[in-house]
């Protein structure tokens, strides 16, 4: 899986998986976590959204199923 950096105080880069739907977040502090069942758009509005970790927030967090690797 590619990852990209994105500019960020909180997440330092994201990977994407179609095959199986799985977003990879590494945090600058608190780890590297998978996301499930996530759609491409949604990865795709987070690689280029201005603020990555607002997008995160409010459109990832809390409505995914994860688990930390």
């Known amino acids: 899986m590619e990852m990209h950096y994105v500019d960020s105080s909180n997440l330092e880069c994201v990977g994407y998986e179609e095959s199986t739907r799985t977003l990879v977040v590494e945090f600058k ?3 590297t976590y998978q996301f499930f069942d996530v759609s491409e758009t949604v990865f795709k509005e987070l690689l ?3 603020s990555p ?3 995160f927030n409010e459109n990832i967090k809390r409505v995914f199923s994860f688990s930390k690797i």
């Open 48 to 50: 280029h959204a201005n």
């Open 53 to 55: 970790g607002s997008y």
């Open 29 to 31: 502090k608190s780890g």
